[in-house]
């Protein structure tokens, strides 16, 4: 069991650039979540999978973001046409079926749009 | 609403006192309870939960926290801070009729020698 995985940890990119993250969660856990956190702040949900299927989307995530967990094994969260305010650390989780277990986070990725 | 509180956004000790960071969360239904801690640029590290049972609980890195139905408090208490303790602490809330956890603002934790 190797954890949670994100790539990149890193990532710079001008505005208007479309940029992707990978997650690859533990491999038994069938829900994985997707988290933005700002300088300050705690975790802000996103949006999360039970297996393939996306189940609940916040408010937060605007039509130029878009999530997918194609095999319920690994997630992609793509971020088109990006904007400075989209500039923050996204943390992916990954947990069994049940929220009593909680999450094991990934070490997440920070975004930086200049 | 559900939400979740940490009222100190700052608390600063010395080495080997003792610590209390405190939670708050609304919403009346049984919370799953959780704290967190965060070292800068690090992904967060579970260190306790609650859900059922003996409300004291025992976590990692000798911290235990306490959960208070009346108050509505899950506070996270260790006796004796060592200077690695310095980070972000996060209380996490979760509920029945949600799978996604609600996470509190955080408290930063700086530890004097």
């Known amino acids: 069991d190797t954890g949670v995985s994100q790539n990149p940890r890193h990532k710079i990119t001008k505005r208007g650039q479309n940029v992707t993250f990978r997650c690859d969660p533990i491999s038994e856990h069938n829900r994985l979540y997707w988290y933005r956190q700002t300088l300050g702040q705690g975790p802000e949900f996103l949006t999360y999978?039970?297996?393939?299927?996306?189940?609940?989307k916040s408010r937060l995530l605007s039509d130029r973001f878009s999530a997918e967990r194609p095999k319920g094994s690994f997630s992609t969260l793509e971020i088109q046409r990006t904007e400075q305010g989209d500039s923050a650390m996204y943390l992916c989780?990954?947990?069994?079926?049940?929220?009593?277990?909680?999450?094991?986070f990934g070490s997440g990725t920070r975004l930086t749009v200049v | 609403a559900q939400s979740v509180t940490q009222p100190d956004i700052h608390i600063t000790v010395s080495e080997g006192a003792s610590l209390e960071l405190r939670c708050n969360y609304s919403y009346g239904a049984t919370p799953y309870l959780f704290w967190y801690v965060q070292s800068p640029g690090q992904g967060l590290q579970l260190l306790l939960k609650y859900f059922s049972g003996d409300t004291l609980v025992q976590g990692i890195k000798g911290f235990e926290a306490e959960f208070k139905r009346s108050q509505s408090s899950f506070n996270l208490r260790k006796p004796s801070v060592h200077w690695s303790d310095a980070a972000e602490y996060f209380c996490?809330?979760?509920?029945?009729?949600?799978?996604?956890?609600?996470f509190g603002t955080g408290t930063r934790l700086q530890v004097f020698p």
């Open positions: 989780a990954s947990s069994p079926y049940s929220l009593n277990y909680g999450y094991t």
């Open positions: 999978f039970q297996n393939e299927a996306q189940l609940e």
């Open positions: 996490a809330v979760g509920w029945d009729n949600t799978d996604k956890l609600i």
